[in-house]
């Protein structure tokens, strides 16, 4: 595995805990969606776990421990994930971790625990992982990954060492990307992505800008009277709603932008500005503010049980209803 080239600051900071004797029992690891936090977790967790890094820190790739880690088998990594995508992480993963930290590590280096994303521990589960940080383990590490730091207990953030992801420089990403086959138009990508690497791959290479190109596409329609909005949410409330959600705050804030004349490469949707520019002198910003207050809201919901069908009803009526009082 290889170092993403925007992690360099961040990987030197890791390497200096091993070099100077002093890995804390506990990082938490935060930064925006896409930047490749776990990557850079699952590269510490490997230097950890190897019997002889090489001279930039990285693991050996060849060692019993490599091997057994790359087998999924090692004994003293533990990964804890939700047990279904975007459900909490359970009171029940959090005591058998406890118990598994009581025994001693089975090899002569540290045992690593990386907890993804810490920030789904229901509180049960985050009442008793405290108990891990109050009662450190032997050597072993705790990696904690969030995009929400504000979503974990003081309690447990004030116990942990910080390590922050930060945006990388565009330049580095483009030409990252292109490296990555996504050669097409690596600074639309990674504008589309606000700054998130790996997410830009993600449009590039999941067909993702295809679908967001549609969705724009049957906004515009609703705009313009010629559908309507009953028959995209019946559509829509089938596509992952938090990127659709994403998509829709991001052409509010660039109808916005437009409205105060701001320049069309300052867009999260650059390649779009035309019928945004077109569309903003047509709409008032108190409805656009007011839109978009409805789209903060109603993306707090995301994670909740709400019924994503009438969410996007009542989304795109609401769209459509702001463009008839025009
Ligand atoms: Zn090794």
Redesign the pocket.
Known sequence: MMLLPWQHQNWEQLCNYRTQNRVPQALLISGKNGLGKRHLADLFA?SL?????QDNGL?????????LLNAETHPDFIRINPEEPGKAITIGQIRSLVSRLTLKPQFESYRVVIVNPADLMNNAAANAFLKCLEEPAERSVILLITDKPARLPATIVSRCQKLAVAKPDKDIVAAWLNQQAAKDEPGLLLSLAQGSPLLALDYANNGTLKLRNDCFKAWMDIAKQRTHPAIIAEDWYKLPESLLIFWITSWIIDLIKCSYQIRADKLYNPDLKDSLQELSQQLELKGLYKFYDLLLMRRQLLDTQINKHTMFEEILITWFELNLSK
């Open positions: 490997a776990l190897c019997v002889k890094p693991a050996c790739g060849h060692c019993d421990s490599c091997h």
